[in-house]
């Protein structure tokens, strides 16, 4: 069971949001690479980073911020957040991430996705935003006409090397992930799954990590706001 300790970064600072509502954010005080640093020296490996202003823009915004936390602190390191074209993959992975997360692009052309697989085989993750069964895109702005798991089936053999699958209505609401639907993409997906959206507590980790097919579970907001200690999430991953 990894666990991914979440930055999400807009403004270059480290936020949080609720339900992917940009209007509904908190700023923290330690910078990203600060925060990086925190997660480095309690002994984590990896880390999953969105580019926020990316999502909303297209561009790498922070690509410099992923390098220096590259650079100082060797962590493996998804990053995604307006990931749309082969330059951008090439620059993040040039940068030194582990994985490059495709979001709304893939969703939107599939013939994307199964060539960033081909072009980077196993630094390709998939991210499936959820919102009642269907998936969302943009930023989480447009809600699309396409449900997660017939989506999964149409590109389940493209090379995808993880899934990150959240539930919209769960992130940043630290009400536990939707476990049911996470275990119904985990059945369904060739690769691995990272649990992602409203994890509240160790418990709701330990719970992840009796489903089958699952990698992960990424953690953000109970981390920031103290619910979970990092001493104490440091002990369940292996």
């Known amino acids: 069971m990894k666990i991914f300790p979440a930055i999400d970064i807009k403004d270059k600072k480290c936020v949080r949001l609720i339900k992917g509502d940009f209007e509904n954010k908190t700023e923290y005080e330690m910078s990203p690479i ?21 999502a909303l823009t297209g561009e790498p915004i922070n690509i410099d911020i992923i390098k220096d936390i590259v650079g100082k602190f060797e962590l493996k390191i998804e990053i ?25 692009a893939a969703i939107k ?35 699309s006409d396409k449900l997660t798991t017939e989506y999964l089936k149409k590109v389940n053999d493209y090379g995808v090397s993880r899934i990150i699958y959240t539930d919209i209505n769960r992130d940043g609401t630290k009400q536990s992930p939707n476990f049911q639907e996470t275990q119904k993409i985990a059945e369904i997906s060739n690769c691995p799954v990272v649990v992602s959206g409203g994890v509240s507590s160790i418990l709701d ?25 990092l001493e104490e999430l440091k002990k369940i991953e292996k």
């Open 34 to 54: 600060e925060q990086a640093g925190k997660y480095k020296d309690n002994g984590f490996k990896n880390l999953h980073i969105v580019d926020l202003d990316g």
């Open 109 to 143: 052309d599939r013939n994307f996705l199964e060539e960033a697989c081909k072009k980077f085989p196993k630094q390709i993750a998939l991210g499936l935003d959820a919102k009642d069964g269907h998936l969302a895109i943009s930023g989480w702005t447009e809600d």
């Open 80 to 104: 995604g957040g307006g990931v749309r074209n082969f330059e951008t993959i090439l620059k993040y992975i040039d940068a030194g991430v582990d994985k490059v997360i495709l979001g709304s």
């Open 205 to 229: 980790i330990k719970k992840a990590s009796q489903l089958n097919n699952i990698e992960g579970v990424i953690v953000g907001k109970a981390i920031y706001d103290g619910d979970i200690k």
